[in-house]
């Protein structure tokens, strides 16, 4: 599959391309992208039936985005007398629509794998041009040293999140911020102030065919030298009604803690950044009534001796997105078997989600906060590290509570 993946006693390459389910062809009405490629572009309509957000994020040449909805409902203005390819990112959604247009008479057909297994293609003709990995790891050193590595750097410095020595396990999820981060490890490493040692560890929780393959076309892209290994998680909670993305995060990470355990890591380093760390913030403040934030290194309390290290935590999440697309890159945005049937048009204020819904809000909150303040992230930060203790009503410490009125008598300060 890819001379990149590391084989280990876990890892079943056959056993992990798995296909999406309900996924198949339905023979009457879908076509390849074999077969769409050999198509003249003037004999037929492509149509993209995601979401916005998904659509200006990457979408197949030619294509015109029309919303599932409005196709089930006929609010379009498509002709009858010319060929129709719908697509999704899997091939499920825009199925239920080409046959929905084939019974209203129309001449449609739906794209199979979506719009998933024809960025594979594309990005499989990619995956050995050497000269396009120069130019990615080149722009990490000059246009985006500033923005990227240099606080890269900085929060590894801030809050010493490596020591000489540390065995880390970078933890890829196949999106834009690990892969980034794996990057960005790889310059570090390259500089050789210090010695530590690197492992770039990849967990299939049961990703579809289309979903693993593009992480594999990614790494062998920017030169990642992956280890993979298997979980059931996807399973595990592909029933659950309450909270599945927290329960599904919370058991990544126990798989991954014990994985690079497993192969003599310390740390495992995780790729969140600065948009991440204000929005949990903000989201800890407003939905759970309580002031924490998304800390940049941490001890397992499950896993004696591992910790866990966050160095993307001063790297804004815009400077990430110009990155990816100064070098034309195209990463997994959720790896999710969710993701195809439970979309959320992003651009729609109205629009609801599981629990991506209240990141979503709070992201809108902080940047309608930011067109009259435009240092309000950079406080959201702050505020974290200038908590006065004398100007609260309680706070916890290790499970406990402690009350201002316990010194207040006194006439003590906290």
Known sequence: MSE???????????KTLRPYPESGPDETISISPAALSQLDPQDHLLIDVR?????????????????????????HDLPKDKKIILYCMFGVLSLEAAKTL???????????????????????????DRTRLDEIEKSLRKKFKKEI????????????????????????????????????????????????????LVMNPGYTDVTLQMILNNAKLLNIPITMFESDIFDAVYNIEKSPCYLCARMRRGYLYSKAK?????????????????????????????????????????????????????IREADVKRWRDHNGLTFIRCACRFTDTCSVDESNPGATGDS???????????????????????????????????????????????????????????
């Open 149 to 200: 590595m240099s606080r890269f750097v900085r929060a590894i410095n801030d809050y010493e999140l490596i020591q000489e020595g540390d065995r880390i396990a970078v933890c890829i999820s196949g999106g834009k911020d690990s892969m980034l981060m794996a990057k960005c490890f790889q310059e570090l490493k390259r500089r050789n102030k210090f010695n530590f040692d690197l492992t770039f």
């Open 102 to 128: 084939n019974a209203q008479g129309y001449n449609a057909a739906n794209l199979e794998g979506g719009y998933g297994r024809w960025l594979v293609q594309v990005m499989q003709q990619d995956a050995d």
């Open 4 to 14: 990149l993946i590391k084989k280990n006693d876990s890892l079943d390459i056959e």
């Open 51 to 75: 979401d916005e957000s998904s659509f200006s994020m990457g979408n197949i040449p030619g294509s015109r985005r029309i919303s599932r909805e409005d196709l089930l409902s006929g609010n």
């Open 262 to 314: 497993e192969l003599g890591c310390n740390k495992i380093a995780l790729g969140h950044h600065f948009d991440d760390v204000i929005e949990t913030t903000l989201m800890s403040i407003l939905y759970s009534g309580q002031t924490q934030t998304m800390m940049p290194k941490l001890h397992s309390t499950n896993f004696e001796g591992m910790e866990l290290i966050r160095p993307m935590y001063y």
């Open 356 to 414: 991506g819904s209240k990141r979503l809000e709070v992201k809108r909150l902080i940047a309608k906060l930011k067109e009259t303040n435009p240092h309000v992230e950079t406080n959201l930060l702050r505020s974290m590290e200038n908590i006065h203790l004398n100007a609260v009503l309680g706070y916890k410490k290790d499970g406990v509570k402690h009350s201002f009125l316990d010194s207040y008598e006194t006439g003590s300060e906290v």
